[in-house]
RNA sequence: GGAGAGAUGUCAGAGUGGUCGAAUGAGCCAGCUUGGAAAGCUGGUGUACUGGCAACGGUACCGAGGGUUCGAAUCCCUCUUUCUCCGCCA
């Protein structure tokens, strides 16, 4: 959530940064700042009330003491009616504040300067690209025809026992999700990220705090009877370990990692492209999550997005870094990476990775602040990537390590596995 | 699920209607002391909104939300949560 205070100090370069996110709703601004107003002076005028109020009930209590009950009674009147006022007020009071709330969760993080403006993904810019095609096969298979023929994933048991999207493993297939989940969690640990396990339900709170309520309303999966959301994603409940925190600014940085299933409801997105692992309601995820320094968040976003390069790179596979343009971006985001995986059986570039500098947009909404070294209070930056989520990066292992034979094992996981090879 | 007891500042813990933003102790910070440190002494030490150049003020916050009252940490209601006992259970 942006702050108050910085719009309207700089409500012109808010209007211009939006227009990069081609925000649909620009008059929010100003409605924003309106509220804001009120607000300030409806609350002025309750603090005015309620402070002769405090007053009056000072000097009653005095009277009292010294026995002047009469006096007291008289006074007693008289405050009737401006208790009604305060009443009156407050009600107003918790209106606009009511209003203004609304409509700044409404209002999407602003891009940072180096985002491209940009309606659709082809708009974004192409970083680097590393790395090259394997060898391949005549005629590759795309990894839902891999998974069917060596009987590692099995779609129909799990559209029978919950629905499309729900995926069920079986043997070296279910052992190669453990041994991605191990690997990544052992190369963030590697990296300092102390890793969380954290629960896979939300309340509405934290649900709000991170940002993707009321943006993402209808994507999460809600158990109403005890009103909490599956989480999306670990960035959720791993980040809002951080709400109502202030930390001392020797605490920072704070480097999480935590490995959870994540549900998407996906709704609305069906379709060739989401054939086989491409796109599922559950899948797994290792995230990395960190807390610093305003100063340095940029530099941290390098650095995590070094960090889940390195891991493709270690995994063999051929990728791009994009940066996304405005129209692509999320929400949340000021800044955002994407990682993709050639898949050449697919012929089209698979995401596997999202890593994104949220500045203070996060931080503001979970009043997560730090404590300066002159014993001021300021908002921090949070980032978070995927590092890595599992389907796509054991699709594109099934599609780009296939042989005639069967499916090689890349090197940097047979110790996670116990086996090389897949027939 | 049932019964009971709690939830107070960084922590421990007092406070059952006014003089309470809140005793006391610990911690932390600064100063004094010291060759240096410990101990000791002195002072300071919450958050948010808001007025003011500032000094310094105003308002709110004692788990959350309502209510009673001129006045609520204190009384009442609802919710959340912690602990103990019983039941159930991986």
Redesign the pocket.
């Given at each position: 959530m942006l702050q108050v205070s910085y719009i309207r100090e700089n409500k012109e370069e808010v209007l211009e940064r939006l227009s990069v996110k081609n925000f649909s709703q620009p008059q929010l601004v100003d409605e924003i700042i309106y509220l804001d107003n009120q607000r300030?002076s409806t609350?002025?005028q309750a603090?005015?009330l309620?402070?002769k109020?405090?007053a009056?009930?000072k000097q009653?209590?005095e009277l009292?003491r010294n026995g002047k009950k009469e006096e007291a009674e008289t006074i007693?009147v008289e405050?009737a009616k401006s208790?009604e006022d305060i009443k009156a007020l407050q009600e107003q009071l918790a209106t606009i504040e009511h209003e203004l709330n609304q409509k700044l969760v409404q209002l999407p993080n602003l891009p940072h300067n180096s985002v491209p403006k940009g309606k659709t993904p082809e708009e974004n810019e192409v970083v680097l690209t590393y790395g090259k095609l394997p060898q391949l096969p005549e005629k590759p298979l795309p990894h839902w025809e891999l998974a069917a023929k060596y009987n590692i994933i099995d779609f129909e048991l799990g559209v029978k026992i919950t629905g499309a999207g729900f995926p069920v493993y079986k043997g070296k297939g279910a052992k190669m999700q453990r041994a991605l989940i191990n690997f990544f969690l052992a190369e963030a640990e590697k990296a300092g990220y102390d890793e969380m396990m954290v629960p896979l339900l939300v309340n509405e709170a934290s649900g709000f705090a991170t940002g993707q309520l009321p943006d993402k309303e209808g994507q999460m999966y809600h158990v109403g009877i005890d009103n909490l959301y599956l989480i999306p994603t670990a960035e959720v409940p791993v980040t809002n370990l951080y709400r109502d925190v202030?930390l001392k600014e020797e605490e920072l940085p704070i480097k999480n990692c935590g490995y959870t299933p994540c549900f998407r409801r996906e709704a609305g997105s069906y379709g060739a492209h989401v054939r086989g692992l491409n796109r599922l309601h559950q899948f797994d995820k290792v995230e990395i999550v960190q807390v610093v320094h305003p100063d340095r968040s940029y530099m941290v976003l390098e650095q995590m997005s070094l960090h889940v390069q390195n891991l493709l790179q270690k995994l063999g596979l051929q990728y791009r870094v994009l940066r996304l343009c405005g129209g692509d971006m999320g929400f949340t985001s000021a800044l955002t990476y994407d990682m993709e995986v050639y898949s050449a059986a697919q012929e089209r570039w698979l995401e596997v990775s999202s890593v994104s500098n949220f500045e203070t947009f996060q931080s503001n909404r979970l009043k997560l602040?730090f404590?300066g070294k002159e014993g001021k209070?300021q908002l921090p930056h949070t980032l978070n990537g995927s590092a890595l989520a599992l389907p796509r990066i054991l699709a594109s292992i099934l599609e780009n390590y296939q042989t005639a034979e069967g499916i090689k094992v890349p090197e940097c996981l047979v110790p996670f596995t116990g086996f090389d090879f897949i027939d």
């Open positions: 300030k609350q002025s603090d005015d309620l402070a109020g405090n009056t009930a009653i209590g009292m007693k405050t208790k202030i602040r404590k209070t």
